[in-house]
């Protein structure tokens, strides 16, 4: 017994592959605090991965090595690691099913997949959380994820001898963060802005829909580049520095930025109107968060507020993680270690459920 509750509580570190770039972070407990003891970022080449699964893991492997020996602020003081899938290349839906026994629901949520998934159920790996019941009726979170996917992270931890600990994922990483560190209490928009995409969901207790739109930060960098006719680095610094706030050159930006984040703006407005139709509590969206690299463009949640009329702010978790000793993230960078510090806050009865 004792050697079983050992093991459940071994530490565990995030590790977050984005579009081109790794992050890792590692959070201990220290009684109620949470107190980073390491965090660092390495980039690589994005034609290691394509459509998701990484092609090329000796590349991934040198930026790992990079970053453990090179990049690292602090420590890392365990091997098993929890991983992050983006959301965009899973499929998520709610299905509501009768009550029954756990393997009648097993068969009855791969027949529900079958209806709405556009690829063969051997294919992928699903799983599922009921997030609602009532004396008759369940509603599950389904989610599946194409095996190519998850089979390639799990070759390149092992390259880097790692132990998976768990796998979830972005958007369920970020939502984990959120609760600890904002007001959970009232039905949320979570908007996490990704490189080349964004993952939209609705939390109300828990994740009740997920989607993705095409978009993200390096897409804002190059529709600036493009309207203002300079080069990809000059329109990130723009990005950074002015946005969409008052510059002389707010008009040009917004413009070039116009038609993206509309549809942003058509995908949010959608999946309120789904969440609020089939509520049966009324209960209506409170407000909106937004996480990730593309969050922190000046003025970006004035204007989502002012096209939602909701308001519109970024996570801000760092007041409730303790850096101790270490060099804390500098305010452009924090919010890209949004979906690795959710990671790193995975509970041992989360993992062993």
Known sequence: MNKILLYKDKPVFGLDIGFSSLKVMQIERAGKKRVVSGYGVANFDPSAVVDGVIMDPEVLAKAAHELFNKNLVGDITTRRVALAIPAARTFNRTVQLPKMGSKQLDEAVRIEAEQYIPLALDSLYLDYEIIRQTSEELELLVV?????????YITLTRLIGLEVAAIETTIGSGSRLFVQAEDSSVPTVLIDFGSVSSDIS????????????????DSFSSLIADSLMVTKQ???????????????????????LSPLLEQHIKEIRRMIRYYEERSDTNRKIGQVVTMGGGANMPGLSEHLTNQLRLPVRMCSPWQKLNFGGLQPPNSIERSMYITVAGLSLVEPGEIFA
């Open 144 to 152: 599946a994820t194409p095996r190519a996917v998850v089979d390639s």
């Open 202 to 217: 609705i939390y109300d207790q828990t994740l009740v829909v997920t989607g993705t739109v095409p978009g993200g930060g």
């Open 234 to 256: 000059e329109a990130q610094v723009i990005k950074t520095k002015y946005g969409l706030g008052v510059s002389k050159k707010q008009k040009e930006i917004s413009e070039g």
